[in-house]
C-alpha cells in the first residue's frame, strides 16, 4: 500500500526556521496537504495543495514540492506552534494517505 | 466559514455497533464530500472512507471494507459513520473532516471518541 514518511520528531529554538520533509511516490501526481494537531485538538489545515495557505494560517507556514518530496516550512517558529504535523496526500484509487506525523519540539 | 459538530462520546460493547453524526453549518455549496478519519490513542491519523452527498457515492479504504457504512442527509448538511463487529482495537477518536469541491479546502470536526470496553 502507498506511504508518506515523514521523521519522527524536528527541534527547533524560538525565531529559527522550522523544516518538516514528506516523501512519496506518488507526490509529483497528487497534492499534498498539511495538518496542525495539538493536544487533545482537532486536526486544523495549514497548507493545501502544496503550497496554498488557508484563510487565517499565519505566513510564517508555507509548503513547497520537489519531485516525490513535499516540505512544510514554519518562518520564525513561535511557542504556539509547538505541535504534530501530518501530511496528507491521495493514492491512485484517491483514497486519502496520511503520513505518519513529526512532532515539532520548540526548544 | 464551514463549522463541524459531531456527536458525543460512546462507550460500546465489542461486538456492538456504533454510530457518529457529524453536522455542517455555514456550506453554501453542493459540490463537496465528508471523509472519516480516525485516531487510535497516542497514534496517527487513518482514512476510512468518505461520501460525495450529491452524487450518494462512497468509497472505503480496504481495512474498513464490510465493517464500515458511511451515508449522508443532503438536506441537513450532515454525514454518519457507522462501524460495525466493534473490538478493542477501535477505541479511537473519530474525526469527520468536509471538503470544499471548488478549492479542496479541509474543514475537520471536532471529534468524537469512541472506547469499545467489556
Known amino acids: 500500500s502507498y506511504e508518506l514518511t515523514q521523521p519522527p520528531s524536528v527541534s527547533v529554538s524560538p525565531g529559527q526556521t522550522a523544516r518538516i520533509t514528506c516523501s512519496g511516490d506518488a507526490l509529483p501526481k497528487q497534492y499534498a496537504y498539511w495538518h496542525q494537531q495539538k493536544p487533545g485538538q482537532a486536526p486544523v489545515l495549514v497548507i493545501n495543495k502544496d503550497s496554498e495557505r488557508p484563510s487565517g494560517i499565519p505566513e510564517r507556514f508555507s509548503g513547497s514540492s520537489s519531485g516525490t518530496t513535499v516540505t512544510l516550512t514554519i518562518s520564525g517558529v513561535q511557542a504556539e506552534d509547538e505541535a504534530d504535523y501530518f501530511c496528507?496526500?491521495?493514492?491512485?484509487?484517491?483514497?486519502?494517505?496520511f503520513g505518519g506525523g513529526t512532532k515539532l519540539t520548540v526548544l | 466559514q464551514v463549522q463541524l459538530v459531531q456527536s458525543g462520546a460512546e462507550v460500546k460493547k465489542p461486538g456492538s455497533s456504533v454510530k457518529v453524526s457529524c453536522k455542517a453549518s455555514?456550506?453554501?455549496?453542493?459540490?463537496?464530500?465528508f471523509s472519516w478519519v480516525r485516531q487510535a490513542p497516542g497514534q496517527g491519523l487513518e482514512w476510512m472512507g468518505r461520501?460525495?452527498?450529491?452524487?450518494?457515492?462512497?468509497n472505503y479504504a480496504q481495512k474498513f471494507q464490510g465493517r464500515v457504512t458511511i451515508t449522508a442527509d443532503k438536506s441537513t448538511s450532515t454525514a454518519y459513520m457507522e462501524l460495525s463487529s466493534l473490538r478493542s482495537e477501535d477505541t479511537a477518536v473519530y474525526y469527520c473532516?468536509?471538503?470544499?469541491?471548488?478549492?479542496?479546502?479541509?474543514?475537520w470536526g471536532q471529534g468524537s471518541l469512541v472506547t469499545v470496553s467489556s
Open positions: 473532516a468536509w471538503v470544499d469541491g471548488a478549492y479542496d479546502y479541509i474543514f
Open positions: 455555514g456550506v453554501t455549496l453542493s459540490a463537496y464530500t
Open positions: 461520501i460525495i452527498p450529491l452524487l450518494d457515492i462512497t
Open positions: 496528507q496526500s491521495a493514492d491512485s484509487n484517491a483514497n486519502w494517505v
